[in-house]
């Protein structure tokens, strides 16, 4: 059974900074690309970053510069560090399989960056 666990998202001032964590379980995460997703009120879901289990990286236009995917094959867990945070990132934040996500999705962690 597929388990993905998002965390470390809050509320943070503009120009802040967060950490998201996201453990993943029942895949053989260390043969997956991943991404970080997020969906805002309103808007459809899109994904910002993805990695490739070989440490190929993208960004969407809109937090080149800013964020940094990272992960960590032994604790299959892939990270977002977030930088310079708009008001604009405030969403849910998701992490899933790149290019195809899984067709069920965790939580998510709610990012909310006041101005």
């Known amino acids: 059974q597929v388990q993905l666990v998002e965390s470390g998202g809050g509320l943070v001032q503009a120009g802040g900074s967060l950490r998201l964590s996201c453990a993943a379980s029942?895949?053989?995460?260390?043969?997956?690309?991943m991404g970080w997703y997020r969906q805002a009120p309103g808007k459809q879901r899109e994904l910002v970053a993805s990695m490739t289990g070989g440490g190929s990286i993208n960004y969407a236009s809109s937090v080149k510069g800013r964020f940094t995917i990272s992960r960590d094959n032994a604790k299959n867990t892939v990270y977002l560090q977030m930088n310079s945070l708009k008001p604009e990132d405030t969403a849910v934040y998701y992490c899933n399989k790149v290019p195809v996500p899984l067709g069920s999705w965790g939580q998510g962690t709610q990012v909310t960056v006041s101005s």
């Open positions: 029942g895949i053989i995460f260390s043969l997956n690309s």
